[in-house]
C-alpha cells in the first residue's frame, strides 16, 4: 500500500501563493494533483495537475501558467506550486499517485486551499 503525505495549504488573499508538497512511501510512476470543492462524496475531484518519472506535465486549463507541479524522484516528492491564486481554486486539493504497471491508484488525505477576494 502506498502512502501519500500531504503538507501545504491554507488560506491566501487573492493574487497571492501557496505551495503544496506530498510525499510517497516509494517511488511510484506518476504522482499529481487533484481538487475538489467540498469533501462531499457527489462531488467530483479534478485534476490540477500531474507529471510522470520523466517530468512529463500535464496542467488544467484553469492553472496554466500560473501552477506549476515539479517532482523529486529521489525524495518521492511532488510539489505544486500555486501563484496569482483566485478565489475560485479554493477546494479541497488531494495528493494523487498512479502505478502504471499494476493500474493502482492513491490518495492522499487532502488539504483545504482557501483564496479569500
Known amino acids: 500500500q502506498v502512502q501519500l503525505v500531504e503538507s501545504g495549504g491554507g488560506l491566501v488573499q487573492a493574487g497571492g501563493s501557496l505551495r503544496l508538497s506530498c510525499v510517497a512511501s516509494v517511488s511510484i510512476d506518476v504522482m499529481g494533483w487533484y481538487r475538489q470543492v467540498s469533501r462531499n462524496e457527489g462531488q467530483q475531484r479534478a485534476l490540477?495537475?500531474?507529471?510522470?518519472?520523466?517530468?512529463?506535465?500535464t496542467y488544467a486549463d484553469s492553472v496554466k501558467g500560473r501552477f506549476t507541479i515539479s517532482r523529486d524522484n529521489a525524495k518521492n516528492t511532488v510539489t505544486l506550486q500555486m501563484d496569482s491564486l483566485k478565489p475560485e481554486d479554493t477546494a479541497v486539493y488531494y495528493c494523487?499517485?498512479?502505478?502504471?504497471?499494476?493500474?493502482?491508484?492513491?490518495w492522499g488525505q487532502g488539504t483545504q486551499v482557501t483564496v479569500s477576494s
Open positions: 490540477v495537475a500531474r507529471v510522470t518519472e520523466n517530468n512529463s506535465t
Open positions: 494523487n499517485a498512479f502505478d502504471i504497471t499494476r493500474r493502482n491508484v492513491y
